[in-house]
C-alpha cells in the first residue's frame, strides 16, 4: 500500500544541509496498524507528513496505493489524498470561521455526497464522540479536547482507507483517549481500516501491530507487536 524508498528531507541553511530524514526506507500494507515513536525533534511528524503527502521529501521515491506520488503534481496528489486518507493533526487545523458541524462535514463536500447524506454522517459523529450540544460553537469556544475530537470526526467522515495520526490522543483525557484507541483497533481489525499513528506513549503504540522507532532522522528500529 505505501512505499517509502529512500527518502530525505532537508532544510537548507547557508551552504549547510540539516537533514531531519535521512535515507528513510518503509513498507506497510494494507491493514497494517503502525505506531510511530521516538523523542521529540526525530522527524516524526514530517516522515508522516510526507507518507500523507502534504509535505515533499528533497529526496527519494514514494509510492502510494501503486501511484508513484514522487512523479505526481500538486492536484493529482490531493485526489490521492481525498480518495483514501483521514489525517488527524496534532494542531487540529480546525477551520476557525466554521462550526464544529461544519467543520465535521468538510470533506463530505469535497467529495460531492449529497445533502442529506451528509446530514446523516455529520449527526452519527456528533452522536459518536458525544459532542451534539457543541455542533454549533466554533473551535475557539471549545477545550483543547473537544477540538481534538472534532478533528478526529473530521478526519473519519468519509470513511478512510487509510489513517494517519499525529498524536491523536495528545490533548484528551485518558478516558477519551483510550476510547479512541479502542475506536482505532476496531476500525483496523473489523474494517481492515490502515493506521500510522505517531505516539509518545507505550500503552498507545501497543494497540498497533508494529512499532517504528524514529531516532535523529532515521528508523532506529522496528518490532512487530
Ligand atoms: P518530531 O515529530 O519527531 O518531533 P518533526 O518532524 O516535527 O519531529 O521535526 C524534526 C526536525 O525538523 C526538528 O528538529 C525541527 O526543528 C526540524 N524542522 C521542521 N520543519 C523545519 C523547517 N521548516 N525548517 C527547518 N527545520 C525544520
Ligand atoms: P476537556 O476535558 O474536553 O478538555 P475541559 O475540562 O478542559 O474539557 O473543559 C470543560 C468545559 O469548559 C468545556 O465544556 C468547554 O466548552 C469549556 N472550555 C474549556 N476551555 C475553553 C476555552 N479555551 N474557551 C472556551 N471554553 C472552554
Known amino acids: 500500500m505505501l512505499s517509502l524508498k529512500n527518502i530525505s528531507k532537508y532544510y537548507q541553511a547557508g551552504g549547510n544541509k540539516t537533514y531531519v530524514l535521512n535515507n528513510v526506507s518503509l513498507d506497510v500494507d494494507a491493514g497494517e496498524f503502525v505506531s510511530i515513536m521516538g523523542p521529540s525533534g526525530s522527524g ?4 508522516l507528513n510526507i507518507i500523507g503527502m502534504l509535505d515533499e ?4 521515491y ?9 512523479q505526481l503534481k500538486e492536484k493529482a496528489r490531493s485526489a490521492l489524498y481525498k480518495e483514501y486518507i483521514g489525517f488527524v493533526f496534532q494542531a487540529y487545523h480546525l477551520i476557525d470561521e466554521l462550526t464544529v458541524y461544519e467543520n465535521i462535514e468538510t470533506p463530505l463536500i469535497y467529495q460531492n455526497i449529497k445533502s442529506s447524506e451528509r446530514k446523516a454522517l455529520v449527526a452519527d459523529m456528533l452522536d459518536r464522540f458525544q459532542i451534539v450540544g457543541k455542533k454549533d460553537l466554533f473551535p475557539a469556544q471549545l477545550s483543547g479536547g473537544q477540538q481534538q475530537l472534532v478533528g478526529i470526526a473530521r478526519a473519519l467522515i468519509t470513511k478512510p482507507r487509510v489513517i494517519l495520526a499525529d498524536e491523536p490522543t495528545g490533548n484528551l ?8 484507541m479502542e475506536l482505532f483497533r476496531k476500525l483496523n481489525k473489523e ?3 490502515t493506521i500510522i499513528q505517531v ?6 503504540a501497543e494497540y ?5 522507532n524514529v531516532l535523529d532522522g532515521k528508523i532506529d528500529s522496528s518490532r512487530n507487536v
Open 173 to 180: 483525557n485518558s478516558k477519551q483517549g483510550e476510547e479512541i
Open 199 to 204: 505516539t509518545h506513549s507505550e500503552k498507545n
Open 44 to 47: 516524526k511528524s514530517t516522515l
Open 62 to 70: 514514494h509510492y502510494f496505493m501503486k501511484e508513484a506520488v514522487h
Open 208 to 212: 498497533g501491530t508494529r512499532i517504528i
Open 57 to 60: 521529501p528533497s529526496e527519494g
Open 191 to 193: 474494517d481492515k481500516v
